[in-house]
C-alpha cells in the first residue's frame, strides 16, 4: 500500500491504451455502426419505395382491366349493330331480288298472253274468213278484202 | 489454505501485500519479502502484480475489441462484435449525454476507462486465496490480484485523467482563460481593485476545486474496491473458524460477490461518467 513508480507505470499504460483504442478500436467499430445504420435506413427507404410502387401498379392494373373491359363491352356493341345492319342489309337485297324476279317473271307472262292473244285472234280471222268464203261461196279476194280483214281482226 | 499457519492479522498482512520490486537495502534490485523492505524502497520501487494484471487485462480489452473492430462490418455482427458494438453504443451515448464539445479523443477514452477498470474490477471475484496460493507454489511470496485494490493504479489514472483536464483547459480557453478560471471565480467583481482582493480567496478555492477532482476519483475507486476486497478477506478469515462459521462464511461469500458485481460495475462507471464531466468542463468557455 505504498505510493511508488507503479503509478507513473500505470499512467504511461493508460495513456498507451487510451492511444490505441482511439486509433485502431473506436474508429472502424463506429463507422460499421454508421454504415450499417445507413444500411438499415436506405433498406428501410427501398421496403417503403417498393411499397408504394406496388401499390401503385395495382392500382393501374385495375385500370388497365377496367379498361380492357370498357373496350371489349364497345367492341361487341359495334359488332352487334354491324350484325344487324348486315343482316338487314342481306334481307333487303333479297327482298329487292325476290321482287326483281316477279316483275321479271311477270313481264314475262304478259308477253306470252299477248302472243297467245295475237295467235288467237289470227286463228279467228282465219276462222272466219274461212267461214265468210263459206258463206259467200266464191274466194275471197284476199288482197281486195284485206282492209276489211284487218278491220274485223281489229275488233276482235 | 496457506494461511492455516499463520494468524489472522498475519494472513491479512500478506493478502495486502504487493509483490514490491525495488533496491533492497543493502543495494541489489530484488523482490521485497515484507512491508519493512517494501518501505525502504521509497518511491523507486514497483508492483509487479499490479502492474501485470493491469496491463495484462488492458491488453486483453484491446485485444477482444480490436478483433471485434478488425472484423466489424455493416453486415449481421457475430457474437463478439455485438457484444462489442452493445458497449461502445452504450459508451457512445454515454459520452453525447454529458460531452456537449467536439473531441474525437473522448469516447475512446471514456470506453478505455470503463472497460479496463471493469475487468480490474471483476478480478475481486476470484476467491482470494486461490490464485496467491497457485503463485505460492510457483515461488511468488505475494500477490494481489486486483490491481484497483491499489492506489498507484487509482492514482494513476486519476493523474493522467486530471493532466487531460489541464491540457484541455489551457488549449481550448488559453493560458489567460484558465488563469482567469481559476482567479476571478467564485467571487466575482466589476471593478479591478476589487477583483484583486477576491484574487486570493479566489484562488484558494478554485485550486481546492481542481485538485479534488483527481483526488477524489482516485480514492473513491480505490476506497470501494480496497472495502471489497477486505471484506472478501474476512470472510475468508471466517472458513478457519469450523464449519458452522465455515458454512455461514460460504453463504456471506456468495452474497456479497453478487452485490460486489454491482460495485464492480458502477464504480467503473462512475470512474468514466466523471471524466467524461471533468472534460467537458474544460472543454466549456464558462461554467
Known sequence: MNIN????????AFFLFVWFCMKFIWPPLTRALDERKRTIADGLAAA??????????EKKALETIKKAKQDAAEVIALADKRAAEIADEAKANAKAEAERIVTAARADIGQEVNRAREHLRRAVAELATAGAAKILEKEIDAKAHAKLLEAVMKQL | MASEMLTSSEYIKHHLQNLTFGRLHDGSWGIAHGAEQVKEMGFWAIHLDTLAFSVGLGILFLFLFRLAARRATAGVPGGLQNFVEWVVEFIDGTVRGSFSGRNPLVAPLALTIFVWIFLMNLMDLLSVDHVPTIAHAAGVPFL??????DPNVTFGMALAVFALILF?????????????ELTLQPFQAGSWPMRLVFLLPNLFLETVNLIAKPISLALR???NMYAGEMIFILIAVMYGAGWLFGSFAGLLQLGWAIFHVLIVTLQAFIFMTLTVVYLDMAHQEHH
Open chain 2, 168 to 180: 484541455y483547459s489551457v488549449k481550448i480557453k488559453g493560458l489567460g482563460g484558465f488563469l482567469g
Open chain 2, 221 to 223: 475507486l480505490f476506497g
Open chain 2, 144 to 149: 494481489k490480484v486486483v490491481p484497483t485494490t
Open chain 1, 48 to 57: 417503403e419505395k417498393g411499397r408504394r410502387e406496388q401499390e401503385l401498379g
Open chain 1, 5 to 12: 513508480a507503479t503509478l507513473i507505470g500505470q499512467s504511461i
